[in-house]
């Protein structure tokens, strides 16, 4: 795709081979792995279970983040009510402690639901970068496919192994339906 | 619809491939040829039921709430009736998109989508009600701690404001999990979509959303979580709604089985109007090879044992009433039974108690009129039950001035009515502009079916187009370039 540019060399982002089942990616991004490519990623119609192990990608963040909203929830949530009902303006109703703690469980509880349930949303598009106008993936030819019913492997061109040539010839044994070198 | 289908242990009834089913679900949106004269009518009933919501509350606006039935002993009554019946209606959505995917149930890959937009909908007519109901909703924001210069911050003690808090939750983490749900079948829509506006909405819609491995495993774990957190979340909604009443002193309120009866009753509603909304979506727009007779049958299931528990709770009240040896208690007990309300009692008991057993009959549950028919009698029955406990109660107090009829107005019927059209109308324009079927989990369950390691099907033989979809699928040139 041209940007307009007279840059007749484009960079290229990388070589991205086209399957028609996940087991042939799985085994693809297995085989790749153990060359010993580090810049993989697939891409797939839905998740597929044993993916993330054959490329190797591992990411606990969400998990983490979302514990830490839950804490933050419960304690702006209890914080709320205690500074409202015992520092702010105590009230004594009906002879009841101001510290009433079973009163103060729901909104407390609500709470650390509503920030860990924003965190797993917002940290799972954040950290996937999203939204996210434009990427190179999609200048591969078919690419539209892989929403429906193709799967992709995609070895990027920043990886220190990769040469456009023999990556090639490496993507080409493992049976592809195409192999394409794309456009950054 | 009379004609019976088959009922097998296959979730997925037709040979289907990747392509073949992102176009079953997919065409719905892309097509609108498809959406015959049968939408456009659903859809004007709807739109003039809205119609009538907003002449309703336009009107509310500008006389206040006297132009409802709530007098003075009776103020909670249509009102606060609706909010709770919308309410439970929702729940249905959350337990199919959370607690079942916490059980890896994979049957609520097909109807775990259209659930969840129920809830929202649901909620937002629910949401409307307490709202209206305070007299003045522009003055809404003072159920909300903000910073403000009296230097007041809400009750937090009270139960209404549990709710505000419950309800507000419910709904954000409701539409957060459903829109995340939509963003991998919203770019998959982009990819498919042929003209140019359909193409830019999707597109803005799915946010760039590019199926990566890392997409996938972030959006796995977000998804999971989110399963988890709403799974207390729906239970702790409608408890903390009954707390409305169960920690009141009321006669007929306050009782301690409130909780799980309520969240029960809620789900036993919900699971109804999933039924009722299902049955005819699957025929007319040719989607029983997806939503099969299978499903259908459990859903039935869990209706049948929601509406056991929902049974003993008002076999429960009873026995609290009689045995507690509360004259208010028995005396409310009594006028349940033999007192103006009577029928609605015993209309009640028919609707939840008595009609829903039909289901313990396989027959029954394959005949899908009367499981449509049985359905709407289970919505028709929960809305009585919520009518029983709220206004009827207030009317036989525990002093004698406080013995008052309520009588709904024509606004009670018409804001009512109001809302359910405004509900009809967006599942009809849910139906029409976004994918209604979760495609990408169909994908998945498909993946595990065609590899038989699901264990969906356990009894199930190896389906006969195991290897179907291969030959099936498009041939595309081998081109390993150069």
Same mark, same amino acid.
């Given at each position: 795709?041209?940007?307009?540019?007279?840059?007749d060399?484009?960079?290229?982002? !990388?070589?991205?081979?086209?399957?028609?089942?996940p087991?042939?990616?799985?085994s693809? &991004?297995?085989?790749a792995?153990?060359a010993? /490519?580090?810049?993989? @990623?697939a891409? *797939?119609?839905?998740p597929?279970?044993?993916?993330s192990?054959?490329?190797?990608?591992?990411?606990?963040?969400v998990?983490y983040?979302?514990?830490?909203?839950?804490?933050?929830?419960?304690?702006? #949530?209890? #914080?709320?009510?205690?500074?409202?009902?015992?520092l @702010?303006?105590?009230?004594?109703?009906?002879?009841?402690?101001l510290?009433?703690?079973?009163s103060?469980?729901?909104?407390?509880?609500?709470?650390?639901?509503?920030v =860990?349930?924003?965190?797993?949303?917002?940290s799972m598009?954040?950290?996937?970068?999203?939204?996210?106008p434009?990427?190179?993936?999609f200048?591969?030819?078919?690419?539209n496919?892989?929403?429906?019913?193709?799967?992709?492997l995609?070895?990027?061109?920043?990886?220190?192994?990769?040469?456009?040539d023999?990556?090639?010839?490496?993507?080409?044994?493992?049976?592809?339906?195409?192999?394409?070198?794309?456009?950054? | 619809m009379?004609?019976?289908?088959v009922l097998?242990?296959?979730l997925?009834?037709?040979?289907h491939?990747?392509e073949?089913?992102?176009?079953s679900?997919?065409?719905?949106?892309?097509?609108?040829?498809?959406?015959?004269?049968a939408?456009?009518?659903?859809?004007?009933?709807?739109?003039?039921?809205?119609?009538?919501?907003?002449?309703?509350?336009?009107?509310?606006?500008?006389?206040?709430?006297?132009?409802?039935?709530?007098?003075?002993?009776?103020?909670?009554?249509?009102?606060?009736?609706?909010?709770?019946?919308w309410?439970?209606? !929702?729940h249905?959505?959350?337990?199919?998109?959370?607690?079942?995917?916490?059980?890896k149930?994979?049957?609520?890959?097909?109807?775990?989508?259209?659930?969840?937009?129920?809830t929202?909908? =649901?909620v937002?007519?629910?949401?409307?009600?307490?709202?209206?109901?305070?007299g003045?909703?522009?003055?809404a924001?003072?159920?909300?701690?903000?910073?403000?210069?009296?230097?007041?911050l809400?009750?937090?003690?009270s139960?209404l404001?549990?709710?505000?808090?419950?309800v507000s939750?419910y709904?954000?983490?409701?539409?957060?999990?459903?829109?995340?749900?939509l963003?991998?079948? /919203?770019a998959?829509?982009?990819?498919?979509s042929?003209?140019k506006?359909?193409?830019?909405?999707?597109?803005?819609?799915s946010?760039?959303?590019r !199926?990566?491995n890392?997409?996938?495993?972030?959006?796995?774990?977000?998804n999971?979580?989110?399963?988890?957190?709403?799974?207390?979340l729906?239970?702790?909604?409608?408890?903390i709604?009954?707390?409305?009443?169960?920690? *009141?002193i009321?006669?007929?309120w306050?009782?301690?089985?409130?909780? $799980?009866?309520?969240?029960?009753?809620?789900?036993?509603?919900?699971? &109804?109007?999933v039924?009722?909304?299902?049955?005819?979506?699957? &025929?007319?727009?040719?989607?029983?090879d997806?939503?099969?007779?299978?499903?259908?049958d459990?859903?039935?299931?869990?209706?049948?044992?929601?509406?056991?528990?929902?049974?003993?709770g008002?076999?429960?009240?009873?026995?609290?009433?009689?045995?507690?040896?509360n004259?208010?208690?028995y005396?409310?007990?009594?006028?349940?039974?033999?007192g103006?309300?009577?029928?609605?009692?015993?209309?009640?008991?028919?609707?939840?108690?008595?009609?829903?057993?039909?289901?313990?009959s396989?027959?029954?549950?394959q005949?899908?009129?009367?499981?449509?028919?049985v359905s709407?009698?289970v #919505?028709?029955?929960?809305?009585?039950?919520?009518?029983?406990?709220?206004?009827v109660?207030?009317?036989n107090?525990?002093? $004698?001035?406080?013995?008052?009829?309520?009588i709904?107005?024509?606004?009670?019927f018409?804001? /009512?009515?109001g809302?359910? !059209?405004f509900?009809?109308?967006?599942?009809?324009?849910?139906?029409?502009?976004?994918?209604?079927?979760?495609?990408?989990?169909?994908?998945?369950?498909?993946?595990?079916?065609?590899?038989?390691?699901?264990?969906?099907?356990?009894? &199930?033989e190896?389906?006969?187009?195991?290897?179907? $979809?291969?030959?099936?699928l498009?041939?595309?040139?081998?081109?390993?370039a150069?």
């Open positions: 795709m041209s940007h307009g540019y007279a840059d060399s484009p960079k290229s982002f !990388g070589l991205v081979a086209e399957f028609d089942t087991e042939k990616l799985i693809a &991004a297995e085989k792995r153990q010993g /490519f580090k810049k993989l @990623d891409y *797939s119609p839905f597929i279970h044993g993916l192990d054959a490329i190797g990608f591992r990411d606990v963040k998990p983040l979302v514990f830490a909203g839950g804490l933050v929830g419960a304690f702006v #949530g209890y #914080g709320l009510q205690f500074y409202a009902h015992v @702010d303006y105590p009230m004594n109703v009906g002879g009841k402690p510290v009433s703690i079973p103060m469980i729901p909104i407390t509880f609500e709470m650390t639901i509503l =860990a349930g924003l965190t797993a949303f917002f598009i954040a950290l996937n970068g999203l939204p996210k434009y990427h190179s993936i200048n591969t030819p078919g690419f496919r892989a929403s429906q019913d193709r799967f992709f995609a070895i990027e061109s920043g990886d220190p192994q990769f040469d456009s023999k990556t090639r010839q490496f993507l080409a044994e493992m049976a592809p339906l195409s192999v394409h070198e794309v456009e950054a | 009379a004609k019976q289908e097998n242990d296959v997925i009834t037709k040979p491939n990747y073949s089913l992102e176009d679900i997919g065409r719905l949106i892309l097509k609108p040829q498809l959406h015959k004269k939408w456009w009518i659903f859809f004007l009933v709807g739109l003039a039921g809205t119609g009538m919501l907003g002449i309703s509350i336009t009107w509310l606006l500008y006389q206040g709430i006297g132009i409802w039935g709530n007098n003075v002993p009776v103020s909670w009554a249509f009102d606060i009736v609706n909010f709770v019946w309410i439970g209606i !929702g249905a959505g959350t337990l199919i998109s959370a607690i079942l995917l916490l059980f149930q994979q049957w609520r890959n097909s109807i775990n989508r259209f659930a969840e937009a129920m929202i909908f =649901a937002m007519c629910a949401g409307m009600y307490p709202l209206l109901h305070t003045r909703p522009w003055n924001y003072w159920l909300f701690p903000y910073p403000n210069i009296l230097g007041m809400p009750q937090f003690r139960a404001e549990w709710d505000v808090f419950a939750t709904f954000t983490i409701s539409l957060v999990f459903w829109f995340m749900g963003i991998p079948d /919203f998959s829509m982009r990819d498919r042929t003209n506006f359909g193409k830019v909405a999707f597109a803005l819609l946010m760039g959303w !199926g990566s890392q997409h996938w495993h972030r959006y796995e774990q977000a999971l979580l989110l399963a988890g957190l709403s799974t207390p729906v239970l702790s909604v409608h408890t709604v009954s707390y409305d009443f169960a920690i *009141s009321v006669p007929g306050n009782v301690t089985v409130f909780p $799980p009866y309520f969240v029960a009753g809620a789900v036993f509603a919900g699971f &109804a109007m039924l009722n909304f299902l049955i005819p979506v699957r &025929a007319f727009y040719g989607l029983k997806l939503i099969t007779m299978r499903h259908i459990w859903m039935c299931k869990i209706m049948l044992a929601t509406g056991l528990i929902v049974l003993y008002y076999i429960l009240e009873v026995f609290y009433a009689v045995y507690s040896a004259f208010y208690e005396k409310l007990l009594m006028d349940r039974f033999q103006p309300y009577a029928w609605s009692y015993w209309l009640l008991i028919l609707c939840n108690g008595v009609i829903p057993q039909l289901m313990w396989q027959k029954m549950r005949n899908l009129i009367v499981v449509w028919g709407a009698v #919505g028709l029955g929960m809305w009585l039950e919520r009518f029983v406990i709220i206004p109660s207030l009317t107090n525990y002093l $004698p001035s406080s013995n008052k009829m309520y709904p107005t024509f606004w009670d018409a804001m /009512f009515f809302t359910m !059209g509900f009809l109308m967006l599942m009809m324009l849910f139906i029409r502009f976004l994918p209604a079927i979760n495609v990408f989990e169909m994908k998945d369950l498909l993946h595990k079916v065609l590899n038989n390691d699901s264990k969906v099907e356990p009894n &199930a190896r389906t006969p187009y195991g290897n179907a $979809p291969k030959e099936a498009p041939t595309v040139e081998k081109e390993v150069k």
